[in-house]
């Protein structure tokens, strides 16, 4: 490439921090990131346990990133193993995987991936349907808009997921969740001050019951918190996926982040 490429890439197996019954972080578990010249990172932590809140049998992260002809790639991955927290939550395994192809010129295509082995919260086996497919097809942010724009069956998926005229359906502690559920202008896709759009990786097809509540990616239950599964968040040159984000709120309190990772890059010319 003619122009010099600056990377930016990294994975966390995964961070949090208890606030109740008694504070403790949990320190940022199995990170990984890319030097501005790319290259190659690892990492990995054998497990932790805090006083039955919470526990894991081990994490590992990967962030690589070189220049293949003209083209920059990264690769970013995170993998969290036999992750519970209290008596309600529990998985075999969550994966995460940002795959990215950077030309001079263009938009960078990136890629995500993931998936769930065994995962239960409050006695379901939770059932997903990937949209990974989706968003590997439209791999950049001027395809998703493009997308959007023209076609109409999408975009009404688009804003439906997004809960869009729908905001009533949603606990008060789930909406922050969906930042466009009150968009003023549906036929232009949404995107944040910093040019960036949020989209569900995954949909969850358990239906709500008394005390477990269903909201698209997002399910909340009662005496227990609200989980967010496979949150992409979308940009011109980067792509970010959290696996799962476990926001906790009774008995005990605090936030878990699990299998989180960041790809893109940009040339630095004026």
Same mark, same amino acid.
């Given at each position: 490439? +003619?122009?010099?490429? +600056?990377?930016?890439?990294?994975?966390?197996?995964?961070? %949090?921090?208890?606030?109740?019954?008694?504070?403790? /972080?949990? &320190?940022?578990?199995?990170?990984?990131?890319?030097?501005?010249?790319?290259?190659?990172?690892?990492?990995?932590? /054998?497990?932790?346990?805090?006083?039955?809140?919470?526990?894991?049998?081990?994490? =590992?992260?990967?962030?690589?990133?070189?220049?293949?002809?003209?083209?920059?790639?990264?690769?970013? =991955?995170?993998?969290?193993?036999?992750?519970?927290?209290?008596?309600?939550?529990?998985?075999?395994?969550?994966? !995460?995987?940002?795959?990215?192809?950077?030309?001079? %010129?263009?938009?960078?295509?990136?890629?995500?991936?993931?998936?769930?082995?065994?995962?239960?919260?409050?006695?379901?086996?939770?059932?997903?349907?990937?949209?990974?497919?989706?968003?590997?097809?439209?791999?950049?942010?001027?395809?998703?808009?493009?997308?959007?724009?023209?076609?109409?069956?999408?975009?009404?998926?688009?804003?439906?997921?997004?809960?869009?005229?729908?905001?009533?359906?949603?606990? @008060?502690?789930?909406?922050?969740?969906? &930042?466009?559920?009150?968009?003023?202008? /549906? !036929?232009?896709? &949404?995107?944040?001050?910093?040019?960036? =759009?949020?989209? &569900?990786?995954?949909?969850?097809?358990?239906?709500?019951?008394?005390?477990?509540?269903?909201?698209?990616?997002?399910? =909340?239950?009662?005496?227990?918190?609200?989980? +967010?599964?496979?949150?992409?968040?979308? %940009?011109?040159?980067?792509?970010?996926?959290? !696996?799962?984000?476990?926001?906790?709120?009774?008995?005990? @309190? %605090?936030?878990?982040?699990?299998?989180?990772?960041?790809?893109?890059?940009?040339?630095?010319?004026?």
């Amino acid at each position: 490439m +003619v122009s010099r490429f +600056v990377y930016h890439a990294h994975a966390i197996g995964l961070s %949090g921090h208890i606030t109740k019954p008694i504070v403790r /972080p949990i &320190p940022s578990r199995a990170v990984s990131a890319l030097s501005p010249g790319g290259g190659h990172s690892t990492a990995s932590h /054998p497990g932790d346990e805090i006083e039955g809140i919470f526990s894991h049998r081990g994490a =590992t992260s990967e962030a690589r990133g070189a220049q293949n002809g003209n083209q920059c790639e990264t690769l970013v =991955t995170a993998t969290v193993k036999e992750l519970r927290i209290e008596d309600k939550l529990s998985l075999d395994s969550c994966w !995460m995987q940002l795959e990215s192809v950077h030309s001079e %010129g263009k938009q960078a295509s990136i890629k995500p991936a993931g998936s769930f082995e065994n995962l239960q919260i409050a006695g379901r086996t939770i059932r997903l349907e990937s949209r990974a497919d989706i968003y590997n097809r439209l791999d950049t942010l001027e395809a998703l808009s493009e997308q959007y724009k023209s076609d109409p069956e999408f975009r009404t998926q688009f804003l439906r997921e997004a809960f869009v005229g729908n905001e009533s359906a949603l606990l @008060e502690k789930e909406r922050k969740y969906f &930042p466009w559920r009150q968009l003023q202008n /549906p !036929m232009e896709l &949404p995107v944040s001050r910093t040019g960036k =759009t949020v989209v &569900p990786l995954f949909a969850v097809l358990n239906p709500s019951e008394p005390g477990f509540h269903v909201s698209g990616n997002v399910i =909340t239950v009662e005496d227990f918190g609200t989980i +967010v599964l496979g949150e992409l968040t979308i %940009g011109p040159h980067e792509r970010r996926l959290t !696996m799962l984000h476990a926001e906790l709120g009774s008995p005990a @309190e %605090g936030f878990l982040i699990a299998a989180d990772g960041d790809g893109n890059g940009t040339n630095n010319d004026p």
